[in-house]
C-alpha cells in the first residue's frame, strides 16, 4: 500500500513550456486534491475532484487544468508556466469528508 | 468553515509534552477540529480530530473546551523528531463537496535537545 504518490519529485521549466504532473492513490478514496505551497505559507487549494470525471477549482485555480479520468489517477497541467507557479505541489487524497492524506510532493522551478 | 488562531512557534524540551493551543472562537456546532503536521518539506501529515469530547491515538490527545472556542493538541512525550509546523483546521466533516482544509501559517513547534 503505497498511500499518495506524486511523479515526479522535482522538475524545472522554461518560461512558457507545458508539463503535466501525476497524482496517484490506491486507497480507493473518493476525493482527490492539488494543493500548492509557496516558501514560508500554508497550503492553498487549486482544484479537487469528488469522483472519477469530475473537477472543481479551488482558491488558486487559473493557469492550471485537471483530469479526473480514472478514479485512482488526478493530473495536473501547466499549459504554459509562469515565475509565479515555481512551488511545491502537494496531492492529498480522502474518503468522503473524511481526512485527507498527502504525497511526497513536486518541487517546480520555473525560470 | 472557522478561522484558527495559533501562535507562530513554540519551543519545546525533548522528553517533555508539547502543548499546541488554537483558538476557533467563531466555531460552529457541526465543524471539528483538525490537527495536522508537516515536517521539513514533506506532506503533510494527519495527527488527529474531534468535535467536543477529547480525543487520544498513538500520536497525540486533543483537548476541546467545554465552549469548542478552543483547544490544544498534546504531545506527550516530544522527540526531535516532532519538530514540525502543526496546523489546527476548522471544518465541517462528513460535506458532499469535497471542501478543502484551509491551512493557515501554524505553530513552527522546535523540539529542543
Known amino acids: 500500500n503505497a498511500g499518495v504518490t506524486q511523479t515526479p519529485k522535482f522538475r524545472v521549466l522554461k518560461t512558457g513550456q507545458s508539463m503535466t504532473l501525476l497524482c496517484a492513490q490506491d486507497?480507493?478514496?473518493?476525493?482527490m486534491y492539488w494543493y500548492r505551497q509557496d516558501p514560508g505559507m500554508g497550503l492553498r487549494l487549486i482544484h479537487y475532484?469528488?469522483?472519477?470525471?469530475?473537477?472543481a477549482k479551488g482558491e488558486v485555480p487559473d493557469g492550471y487544468n485537471v483530469s479526473r479520468l480514472k478514479k485512482q489517477n488526478f493530473l495536473l497541467g501547466l499549459e504554459s508556466a509562469a515565475p509565479s507557479q515555481t512551488s511545491v505541489y502537494f496531492c492529498?487524497?480522502?474518503?468522503?469528508?473524511?481526512?485527507?492524506?498527502f504525497g511526497p510532493g513536486t518541487r517546480l522551478t520555473v525560470t | 468553515d472557522a478561522k484558527t488562531t495559533q501562535p507562530p512557534s513554540m519551543d519545546c524540551a525533548e522528553g517533555r509534552a508539547a502543548n499546541l493551543p488554537c483558538n476557533h472562537s467563531?466555531?460552529?456546532?457541526?465543524?471539528?477540529v483538525y490537527w495536522y503536521r508537516q515536517i521539513h518539506s514533506q506532506g503533510p501529515q494527519y495527527i488527529i480530530h474531534?468535535?467536543?469530547n477529547n480525543e487520544t491515538n498513538e500520536m497525540a490527545s486533543l483537548i476541546i473546551t467545554e465552549d469548542r472556542k478552543s483547544s490544544t493538541l498534546i504531545l506527550p512525550h516530544a522527540t526531535l523528531r516532532d519538530t514540525a509546523v502543526y496546523y489546527c483546521?476548522?471544518?465541517?466533516?462528513?460535506?458532499?463537496?469535497?471542501?478543502?482544509?484551509?491551512f493557515g501559517p501554524g505553530t513552527r513547534l522546535s523540539v529542543l535537545p
Open positions: 492529498a487524497s480522502s474518503r468522503v469528508g473524511y481526512e485527507q492524506y
Open positions: 486507497m480507493n478514496h473518493e476525493y
Open positions: 475532484s469528488v469522483g472519477e470525471g469530475t473537477t
Open positions: 467563531t466555531i460552529s456546532g457541526n465543524e471539528y
Open positions: 474531534g468535535l467536543k
Open positions: 483546521i476548522v471544518r465541517v466533516a462528513r460535506n458532499n463537496y469535497g471542501q478543502n482544509f484551509v
